[in-house]
Every structure is written in structure tokens, then in C-alpha cells.
């Protein structure tokens, strides 16, 4: 079977003549002539083995269509290869951070064009095997799962990776700490929804370690101070004690805290203490009405509005967490159209309780 082409150009004459020369090679090639065009095509066609696309085009750039491409299921390992007529460092950058793999000058010889693209196949065909073989032995028999929420951050670890080792030469030093940063923050993602996983099929056999925690305003107060600001706290009642596992609450408050701040509308936050119930709101745009949100596991709110990364388990594994405490996460959005989270205890005697 042909190797399937999207050859994306809005110049007609080297349109023509790449076109020819893909086909003189045994590739099967389909053109579109601007970003837009190129997105409808591979939307509607599941097929494509890999994208040669221009960077300066109408109506939707490339690099506007790469990055629409990797938020695709369907083609979130689809090889991409740009044509620029100029390769400068901020364009090389801004491509393999979404993916890119790699960039060819124009005018480009047929032969380095040829080269590329057996190369770009070559990587897909060994990411999948390598992602397969190492994904499939984490998931097991989970079939819910989603893979593009590993993919995604493994790729781009492998595409910076990849850059810095055929180009780090191209760089200075605060370009490669800038792309290093972005890797490692990828692969902090990508060890996150492992440990959940890790976590997920754990549940039926965790004993929780449980301690009288003194002050749940203190260890509040210390949570958010960690995780930096966008927060106000508010106490509406008298400090209370419970009887928790540390570590379990220390996972549970960063979950809630983080789940806040990653759906606030205007990355602002609430926490109330109120009646043995610690309360996260914020604004959000997303639900239009009041309502009750279920906690499911793999299941992430309004998917297709954020591109989120994980596996949609932090608030599913927060709960199944309080449920060990005789506590209760429950998740709403109120009559004023608040994302809220209320995490109640069972009523502790030991400080303050009434």
C-alpha cells in the first residue's frame, strides 16, 4: 500500500512540482493549497500518513494547523514536515514544541525531501511500537482510557529531545534552558497520570494511615501558600480538627486546589471554611445553568472546550480518598454559575468541634 501524502502549498507552480516528484518516489499525494483546506481534508479523511506543509499561507497558517492537528485523537502522531522559505530559531522552536518534525528550506532538493519523509515515517512507526508496548502494559485492562492523554505529553518530551539533539548547536543556553523547561514540565504531566493510574488500581487494598490533624485552617493556609497565588480564604466558622491520613489529605487539598485553578475563568479562586467543609469556588464559562457534576474516573469536564492533560482521575481518586475518612467530595455549579467543590468531614471532637 502507497504511503498517503498531505502536501499543503499555496504557491501553485512548486505546488505542481513537489507533487511530481512525490509521486515519481511511489507516494500517494493529495494537495491543499492553505491551512484551512488541509484541516478539512484531514478531518474528513483518517488516512494521511503524513503532512508537508508550508509555514506562510492564507486563511490558516502552518503553524496554526499543526497545532490544530495535535489536539486531534485521530492524528495526534501524524508526521509533520514544514517548508520555509527561511528557518529562523523562533519558528524552529514554536514547530517542535507542537511536533513538528522536522523543517526543509526551500528551494528543497527532491533527494533531502525524500530523506525526510522516509525518516518522519520511520519515527511514527517506532513511537507507536515503543508507545504501545509501554502504554499497554500500564493500562492493562482499563479500556477507558484515553492514549492521547500520555501521547501528548510523551511526544512533546520526544520532539524537544530530538530537536536538541540533531540542532542544540543553533541554540544559546537561555533558548535550550527554555526548551528543557517545557520537556520537563511534559514528563512532570506524563509521571503524574502514571502515579494516578498507579493510584487507581490501588484503591481496593489501601489501609490509610490516619492522625488527628490539629488545624485544618493551618493546613490549609500552608497547602495554598505552596501553590502560589490566585486565591482568597475565607473563615466563616470556627477552626476544626479531623481524623485524616496526611499524606491523603495533603493529595486531596492539592487536587482541589489545582482543579479550581486550572477551570478559573479569570485564574482566581475561593476557599471558604464553613461548618466542618472546606469550599473551592471560582468562575467558569463552560456550564450555563445550575447543576450537579458527577465525579466519575476517566472522565474530564467539557473535553472538547479545554485541552486538558491527565486522565480525567484527580477528582475521582479525591473522593474515593475522603470516602476512607467517612468524608465527601461532592462537585455543583451554583445558581450563580460558580464552579464549587465542597469537601465535608464527619464532625471530630477533638478541637473547636460544637
Known sequence: MKIKLLLVEDEKELQENLKDILEIHDFEVIVADNG?????????????????????????????????????????????IFLTAKAEKEDLRKGMEFGAEDYLTKPVASKDLINAINTAINKKNKRDEWIKYRIDGVLKEERNVKYHELRTPLFGVMSILELLTSSIEAFDINQIKELLTKAHESSRRLNESLLNLARYGNLSVIIPKKEDIISIHDKVKWILHLSGKGHDLEILADDFSVHFDPEFLDIILNELINNAKKFASDQHFKVTLKEQKIIFSNRQNFFDNAQEVKILPFSQIKRNYFEQQGLGLGLFLSQAYAHMHDAEITARIDNDLNFVVEFKFERYSLFNSK
Open 36 to 80: 484551512l483546506i488541509a484541516l478539512q481534508q484531514l478531518e474528513s479523511h483518517d488516512n494521511f500518513d503524513l503532512v508537508v506543509s508550508d509555514i506562510l499561507m492564507p486563511k490558516m497558517d502552518g503553524f496554526e494547523l499543526l497545532s490544530k492537528v495535535r489536539n486531534e485523537l485521530k492524528m495526534i502522531n501524524l508526521p509533520f
